[in-house]
C-alpha cells in the first residue's frame, strides 16, 4: 500500500482480555517501530525492528507487552491481560532504513474498559 | 538520554500572524531533530528533519526550524498562520546509538488559529 496501514483502529476491550494489534508497513520498508500515545505519558517508544535482527524491546512497559513481525512486513502488537493503563493510542511507523525517515500509521486507539 | 521540551502545550494564534512553536532538547551526542504535525484522527507527518549542514531547515506548508546549538533549541516557524494549520505539533530528537532510529518526543503543542 501507499502508507503505513495499522488495524483495526479502535478497539475496545475488557479488562484482563488479550489483544492483538496490526501493522502493515510500507512496502520495501526494512525498519518498524511501535510508539504509544497516551495522556499520562505523551509518545514514548515500544518497540523496533530492523530485518533480521533481535529486536530492540527496551521500551516495553511490562512483560504483558510482546511484538513479532512474520517475513520482515507485517507485525503484530499483542498486549495480555489488558490493564486500564494500556489505553491509549498505539502507533506504527516504518522507514527505509534503520536511520531513515518514519512514516507513521493512524494508529490504533485502545480502550481497556 | 535524550529528551526534548516543549514550551506551551497549547498556542493560539490569529490567522496571518507568525507561528512560534518552542523545542529545546537535550542530547550528549550531536542530535537528529524532527518536527511532526498530527491532525485529529490521523498519524504523524513530517514537517521538517535537521540532521547535518545548513542550521535553517525548510519543510512543508511553509515552516522551517533553525538548529541553535548554542542554545540547544529548534523552535518551528511559519511567517503567516493559515487556518488548516490548526493542529497538535510535536519535536522529536532521534536516538542514533547502535542501529536504532528511536525518537524521543515532546509532550506536543496544539495549535489553535482564529479568525
Known amino acids: 500500500g501507499a502508507g503505513v496501514s495499522q488495524s483495526p483502529s479502535n478497539k475496545v476491550t475488557e479488562k484482563g482480555k488479550d489483544v492483538e494489534l496490526r501493522c502493515d508497513p510500507i512496502?520495501?520498508?526494512?525498519?518498524l517501530y511501535w510508539y504509544r500515545q497516551s495522556l499520562g505519558q505523551g509518545l514514548e517508544f515500544l518497540i523496533y525492528?530492523?530485518?533480521?535482527?533481535?529486536?530492540?524491546k527496551s521500551g516495553l512497559p511490562s512483560d504483558r507487552f510482546s511484538a513479532e513481525r512474520t517475513g520482515g512486513s507485517v507485525s503484530t502488537l499483542t498486549i495480555q491481560r489488558t490493564q486500564q493503563e494500556d489505553s491509549a493510542v498505539y502507533l506504527c511507523?516504518?522507514?527505509?532504513?534503520?536511520?531513515?525517515?518514519?512514516?507513521f500509521g493512524a494508529g490504533t486507539r485502545l480502550s481497556v474498559l | 538520554a535524550q529528551s526534548v521540551t516543549q514550551l506551551g502545550s497549547h498556542v493560539s494564534v490569529s490567522e496571518g500572524a507568525l507561528v512560534l512553536l518552542r523545542c529545546n532538547y537535550s542530547s550528549s551526542v550531536p542530535p537528529y531533530l524532527f518536527w511532526y504535525v498530527q491532525y485529529p484522527n490521523q498519524g504523524l507527518q513530517l514537517l521538517l528533519k535537521?540532521?547535518?549542514?545548513?542550521?535553517l531547515v525548510k519543510g512543508i506548508n511553509g515552516f522551517e526550524a533553525e538548529f541553535k546549538k548554542s542554545e540547544t533549541s529548534f523552535h518551528l516557524t511559519k511567517p503567516s498562520a493559515h487556518m488548516s494549520d490548526a493542529a497538535e505539533y510535536f519535536c522529536?530528537?532521534?536516538?542514533?546509538?547502535?542501529?536504532?532510529?528511536?525518537?524521543?518526543f515532546g509532550t506536543g503543542t496544539r495549535l489553535q488559529v482564529t479568525l
Open positions: 522529536a530528537v532521534s536516538d542514533l546509538t547502535g542501529t536504532a532510529s528511536k525518537l524521543t
Open positions: 511507523a516504518s522507514s527505509r532504513t534503520a536511520l531513515g525517515i518514519q512514516y
Open positions: 535537521y540532521t547535518t549542514g545548513a542550521t
Open positions: 525492528f530492523q530485518g533480521n535482527s533481535a529486536p530492540d
Open positions: 512496502s520495501g520498508h526494512t525498519a
